[in-house]
């Protein structure tokens, strides 16, 4: 197994990775239990769920970012998720690009290589991730990061890693 190869199954593990960040519903998840009530809260990139289950009854609701009222104290943070889900998408297609022309030995020239416009793009992916994180609402404070956070974390770490090593190939 070669470099070449090696860089395309990194780079086709980061959009896998990418990809299922960008639509998981848990990038922040609270959990409170009381004595009556238990209530889940998880949080994704365009939406929010509750789920709250008292002694009698069980409700459980989705609410998409557009689907809450406007002027909402955390509007820019919302933006701010709806952006970083758009950039994991594109990252994600990108990497795939990037990992079938790896494979496929196929070099495109440009005057930015694509290997390059992954490693811009996960290096801002990763800065918008970390700018979701620190500026989610004061009334978020009880969250924590969850899976998906981590995943996109991880994937963006294999972006950045697979383009670096394709944008620095000596066999092209």
Known sequence: MGPRFVNAILAAAASV???????SPRWFTADLRTDTVNANLRIGLTSLRACVAGPTAT???KVSWDGLPRGMPGGGWMWIGKLEFILLIALAIALAAVAALAVGDIEMRGAISLPRITLLLG????????LYYLMAPAGLAMMSAGRAFAMAGGGVVLAIVASHRLKHDPDR
Do not use: T
């Not at 990775?17 to 639509?23: E, I, K, S, T, V």
């Open 17 to 23: 990775l990418l990809a299922l960040a960008a639509f």
């Open 59 to 61: 409700a459980c609701d």
């Open 123 to 130: 290096m801002v992916a990763g800065a918008l991730a970390a």
